[in-house]
């Protein structure tokens, strides 16, 4: 596949260039309603190869909330799930902090609430806010794949497919019925970033600046739930 990009030169030229996506070999790649899950049961196989879990599947422990306070919790835990309720808006973010990584994930919307909204946010950056600078890789409903650039985070995709600062996913949505596991294999190396969505590279961008940042997921208005939570620092 070949991405075209554009980008500003000193002096305001314009440069194009072309990015032929390389495939990088991503292992346990499935279907959404995969039975063969690393679940918390099964962790000691997962955390090989420098793979570490981010969810421990029965506490919050590793994860700080915003915003926080007293009262019915935005984020819980519920048989070995992380669950959110979407309200109030906001996110909980890692308390550790990550520039270079592969991130594996699964997330599903019970279809008893209906379609909804969330997304996990990259080298986040600054204080607390809605919402906080950083890369956010979408996970609203059809559009998982899509990037989404949070305060001008310096980056470049696909002027193709770039609508202000959403850029859309190259293929149509391949995300599996509400109620089915998702998988997002993640992977944000030096300047390149990467979403693959079931198995698919759905989308590309490049030059991703930023330090390390912690890792955020999206508290944005939806029910919704997320379980092997796994990390790999690759510098």
């Known amino acids: ?23 990088v070999v ?32 029965t506490t919050m422990s590793g ?13 819980s835990v519920h048989d070995g799930v992380l669950v959110c309720t979407g309200s109030p808006v906001g996110y909980i973010k890692t ?21 909804g909204n969330s997304g996990v946010l990259l080298r986040v950056e600054g204080p607390d806010q809605v919402w906080p600078r950083s890369i956010e890789a979408q996970l609203h409903s059809e559009n998982a794949g899509d ?12 002027v193709m497919r770039t609508q202000g ?14 109620g089915e596991w998702n998988r997002y294999d993640i992977r944000l190396v030096g300047e ?11 989308n590309v961008a490049l030059g991703c600046k930023g330090e390390r940042g912690p890792i955020a997921l999206q508290a944005e208005g939806a029910h919704i739930e997320f379980r092997d939570l796994r990390v790999r620092e690759l510098r």
């Not at 070949?2 to 072309?18: H, Y």
């Not at 309603?33 to 421990?56: I, M």
């Not at 990037?147 to 696909?158: K, L, R, S, T, V």
């Open 26 to 57: 991503v292992t346990s790649v499935g279907s959404g309603n995969r039975t063969n899950s690393p679940t918390v049961a099964g962790r000691s196989a997962a955390e090989g190869g420098g793979w570490q879990f981010l969810f421990d599947g």
């Open 1 to 23: 596949m070949t991405l075209r990009w554009r980008a500003r030169a000193p002096g305001g030229s314009v440069l194009v260039s072309a990015l032929l996506a390389g495939c």
């Open 63 to 75: 994860w700080t909330a915003f915003p926080g306070g007293e009262g019915t919790p935005t984020w």
């Open 165 to 178: 600062r959403r850029t859309i996913k190259a293929h149509p949505t391949n995300e599996v019925p509400l």
């Open 95 to 115: 308390t550790r902090t990550f520039k270079d990584f592969e991130l594996c994930l699964e997330w599903r919307f019970d279809p008893t609430k209906g379609a």
């Open 192 to 202: 390149r970033l990467e979403l693959r969505v079931n198995g698919d590279l759905q």
């Open 147 to 158: 990037i989404w650039n949070i305060g001008e985070f310096p980056m470049q995709a696909d």
